[in-house]
């Protein structure tokens, strides 16, 4: 009962009254979506901004992000390398349940652990050399049809920048995660990032807000 309790107290603690986009005095706002544009997210900082010339700035994976991945992977490539040397040494080697079973989970979170390295590590670039956005390994450059590419905008087409907050509901724990997106003209928006450091996010959001010369509409 005691736990029941303390489940409607965080429910309680969590709500927020909704944000007023009319207090901004801009018609896009009122145009924009203000619900999540990403679904889930961290609990921790995934990403931190960094200023690689003057005119261009990335949102690169942070240590704890790299080091969470490495986890999935290195424990997948430990399980299935240990069991296959546990079997050759033993030189019983049979093919079975008791032998695949262990390295086919192995190479399962190696795989699931390198596909997030991949992805998570992925660069978050804004490009005043080019005049785009992206994220993701190939620059709008290196690809003929723009269109095919999902997170990509030109820097002139953003009218804000959009900072939100979502409560994520997990099985045993709650958090809010911070998203960061950009609004178009069209009050189209795309995602930047999502994590759970809302400190960190507003920082960043301020510096890249003052690289772009964009406002910051902020809903945390």
């Known amino acids: 009962m005691f736990e029941k309790i303390v489940q409607k107290l965080q429910r309680m603690s969590s709500a927020r009254s909704p944000f007023d986009p009319s207090s901004l005095g801009d018609p896009i706002a009122l145009q924009t979506e203000w619900t999540a544009a990403k679904r889930g997210g961290a609990n921790f900082r995934t990403h931190r901004l960094v200023s690689v010339a003057s005119n261009r700035m990335e949102f690169r994976a942070s240590l704890g992000a790299k080091l969470f991945y490495l986890v999935f992977l290195l424990a997948g490539l430990g399980i299935a390398t240990g069991f296959s040397v546990a079997i050759l040494s033993s030189g019983r080697f049979s093919l079975g349940p008791n032998t695949i079973f262990p390295i086919f989970v192995g190479l399962v979170f190696a795989v699931v652990g390198g596909c997030l390295f991949r992805l998570g590590t992925a660069p978050v670039v804004f490009d005043k050399r080019n005049g785009y956005f992206w994220r993701g390994r190939k620059s709008p450059d290196d690809v003929f049809d723009k269109r095919r590419l999902k997170h990509v905008a030109k820097l ?65």
């Open 156 to 220: 002139e087409e953003i009218h804000a920048l959009q900072l939100i907050s979502e409560y994520v509901h997990g099985n045993k724990t709650s958090y809010y995660s911070y998203e960061l997106n950009l609004v178009l003209e069209d009050a189209r928006r795309v995602n930047v990032i999502d994590h759970g450091n809302c400190t960190r996010l507003r920082e960043d959001a301020a510096t890249l807000a003052s690289f772009l010369g964009k406002p910051i509409w902020d809903a945390l």
